[in-house]
C-alpha cells in the first residue's frame, strides 16, 4: 500500500523557521495537504494543493512540492504552534486517501 | 457554521460490532463526499473510508475493507459507519470529515478534508 513518509519529530526555538517534509511516489501526480492538530482536538487543515493557506491560517504557514517530496515552512514559529502535523495525498489513481505518520513540532 | 457531530461510540469486545453516525448541519450535505478517519491512542491519523455525495463510489481502507460499511442518508443529512468482527487494533478515535474536491487539473483531482468532528471513542477490549 502506499506510504508516506514524515520525520518524527522537528524542533525550533521561537522565531526561527521549521520545515517539515514528507515523501512519496506518487507526490508528482498528486496534491499534498497539511493537517495541525493539537492535543485534544480534531485537526485543521493549513495547506492545500500543496502551497495555497485556507482564510483564517496565518501566512508564516506555506507549501512547497519538489519531486516526490512536499515541504510545510512556518516563518517565525510562535509557542501556538507546537503541534502534530500530517501530511495527506491520495495514491497515483487518486482514488485511497493516505496520511503520513505525522510529525512532532516542538518549539523550544 | 459547519458542524459535524459523531456518536455511538463505546466498549464493545472482539468480534463484536458497532455503529456510528455523524450529524451533519450548515452545509448541503447532499452535494459533498464524506469521509472516516481514525486516530489510535498515541498514533497517526489513518483515512477508513470515503462516500460520494450520491452514494454511487463507495473505497474503504485495506485495513477494514469487508468489515466496515459505510453508508449516508442525505435526507436526514446523516453518515454512518457499521463496523462488525471488530479487533483490538480498530481502537481509536474516529473522526466524520468532508470531503472538497476541486475541480481537476491534467488529471489531478485535488481532495481534502476540509472539516472535521470532535470524535467519537471506539475500544475493542474483552
Known amino acids: 500500500s502506499y506510504e508516506l513518509t514524515q520525520p518524527p519529530s522537528v524542533s525550533v526555538s521561537p522565531g526561527q523557521t521549521a520545515r517539515i517534509t514528507c515523501s512519496g511516489d506518487?507526490?508528482?501526480?498528486?496534491?499534498a495537504y497539511w493537517y495541525q492538530q493539537k492535543p485534544g482536538q480534531a485537526p485543521v487543515l493549513v495547506i492545500y494543493?500543496?502551497?495555497e493557506r485556507p482564510s483564517g491560517i496565518p501566512e508564516r504557514f506555506s507549501g512547497s512540492s519538489s519531486g516526490t517530496t512536499v515541504t510545510l515552512t512556518i516563518s517565525g514559529v510562535q509557542a501556538e504552534d507546537e503541534a502534530d502535523y500530517y501530511c495527506q495525498s491520495a495514491d497515483s489513481s487518486g482514488t485511497y486517501k493516505v496520511f503520513g505518520g505525522g510529525t512532532k513540532l516542538t518549539v523550544l | 457554521e459547519v458542524q459535524l457531530v459523531e456518536s455511538g461510540g463505546g466498549l464493545v469486545k472482539p468480534g463484536g460490532s458497532l455503529r456510528l453516525s455523524c450529524a451533519a448541519s450548515?452545509?448541503?450535505?447532499?452535494?459533498?463526499?464524506m469521509n472516516w478517519v481514525r486516530q489510535a491512542p498515541g498514533k497517526g491519523l489513518e483515512w477508513v473510508s470515503s462516500i460520494s455525495s450520491s452514494s454511487s463510489y463507495i473505497y474503504y481502507a485495506d485495513s477494514v475493507k469487508g468489515r466496515f460499511t459505510i453508508s449516508r442518508d442525505n435526507a436526514k443529512n446523516s453518515l454512518y459507519l457499521q463496523m462488525n468482527s471488530l479487533r483490538a487494533e480498530d481502537t481509536a478515535v474516529y473522526y466524520c470529515?468532508?470531503?472538497?474536491?476541486?475541480?481537476?487539473?491534467?488529471?489531478?483531482?485535488?481532495?481534502?478534508?476540509?472539516?472535521w468532528g470532535q470524535g467519537t471513542l471506539v475500544t475493542v477490549s474483552s
Open positions: 494543493k500543496d502551497s
Open positions: 470529515a468532508r470531503g472538497y474536491e476541486g475541480y481537476c487539473t491534467n488529471g489531478v483531482c485535488p481532495y481534502y478534508f476540509d472539516y
Open positions: 450548515g452545509f448541503t450535505f447532499s452535494s459533498y463526499s
Open positions: 506518487a507526490l508528482p501526480k498528486q496534491y
